[in-house]
């Protein structure tokens, strides 16, 4: 079967239009960067064993995250909410847990179709409080 020019031409033009789209569609694909992974990195300072009456500070100011989440014995710690640093004075002696949670929320690559999920990383801190 001999096709015309005409006919010949236009269905190159239909495969050209469907190769240049799987080429820009493999191109975003191997260019998308992943979205960052939620990472905590806390400062203590002076350390997790203190005084009644001494300031506990937990600065997490170079952590990578959307969401940060402080829980002092289990309860959300509202003092600090979603503050990067979050300071702590006890005035009774006694041991308690402050969990550190930080979350990142999956991002679109650049076709909009999310590459990666949500992720989470947490530190449990056991505090003690002398007299």
């Known amino acids: 079967m001999m096709l015309r020019k005409s006919e010949y031409l236009q269905k190159c033009n239909k495969h050209s239009h469907l190769l240049t789209f799987l080429l820009v569609l493999s191109l975003a694909e191997s260019c998308a960067v992943e979205s960052a992974k939620a ?5 203590i300072m002076p350390s997790t064993t203190i005084h009644v009456g001494e300031t506990l500070t937990l600065d997490a100011s170079e952590s990578v995250y959307d969401l ?3 829980k002092l ?7 600090c909410q979603t503050e990067e ?19 990142m929320d999956s991002k679109p690559d650049v076709l909009g179709v ?8 947490e530190q449990l801190l056991e505090i003690t409080v002398l007299p």
């Open 68 to 70: 940060i989440a402080w």
């Open 73 to 79: 014995d289990g309860v959300i710690y509202g003092p």
């Open 85 to 103: 640093v979050c300071e702590l004075t006890f005035d009774q002696p006694g041991f308690h847990e402050m969990l550190v949670e930080v979350t």
């Open 39 to 43: 990472k905590l990195q806390l400062k």
């Open 114 to 121: 999310s590459k990666t999920r949500h992720s989470i990383d």
